[in-house]
């Protein structure tokens, strides 16, 4: 049995409790069952970062005064600074509630909660997490960013990886439980449309 959901993707519904229960789920779990990062396959996305030289290190990034897009901008503060790490952050909050802070009153809630779609069961012992800071788009982003993008940027829960302002395919965990087809039509296909989607004006600028 399938129906729409309310971002447009047919959803089985035993699948869709399945996604639930897994997506954002305990970090011992995901990270276990992701793949390596694929960085010679060419299974990434990428901002085309070239090499700085000293000069342009010691320059910052800033977002261009014409970004008039609410949720980039939001990132933005939030610490996703450099263009693709933008990006890829703003293409995943596309995917995950097209922008929204989505709450127990979504007709598909399912337990996980904001703009990333954190789950409640699986991160509610944190120190970091309260139902306010998940509600919160920018305190949610600033988790997210301090708390699941450290140590080599490694994003399993999204079903991508981060490293050198790139994102790289990491879905290891969801080929295991969906196969290929789910995978491609629930976290390869809705990513890569969110990351078409991001405005060009809001590239950030290092001055």
Not at 53 to 67: A, G, Q
Not at 142 to 161: A, D, E, P, Q, T
Request: aromatic letters at 14%; proline letters at 4%; one cysteine or more.
């Amino acid at each position: 049995m399938t129906k729409k959901n309310q971002f447009g993707m047919a959803i089985d519904w035993i699948a869709a409790v399945v996604l639930a229960i897994t997506f954002i789920a305990a970090p011992s779990m995901a990270y276990a069952k992701s793949a390596p990062l694929a960085e010679s396959s060419g299974n990434f996305i990428t901002a085309n970062e070239t090499e700085e030289t000293p000069e342009e290190e010691k320059k910052v990034w800033t977002l261009p005064s014409k970004c008039d897009n609410n949720q980039a901008k939001m990132l933005f503060r939030a610490g996703f600074k450099k263009p693709g790490m933008l990006r890829g952050a703003w293409a995943i909050t596309w995917r995950e509630s097209k922008h929204q802070s989505l709450d127990e009153s979504s007709r598909y809630y399912s337990g996980a909660l904001g703009t990333w779609q954190i789950q409640t069961s699986a991160w509610s012992g944190r120190s970091w997490w309260s139902r306010a800071n998940m509600l919160d788009k920018e305190t949610q982003s600033r988790i997210v960013r301090k708390h699941f993008l450290k140590n080599g940027m490694h994003n399993w829960g999204y079903g991508y990886s981060f490293k050198s302002d790139s994102w790289y395919e990491d879905a290891g965990m969801y080929y295991s439980l969906w196969g290929p087809g789910l995978t491609y039509s629930w976290v390869i296909a809705p990513f890569n449309t969110g990351w078409s989607l991001f405005p060009k004006k809001c590239t950030p600028k290092k001055v």
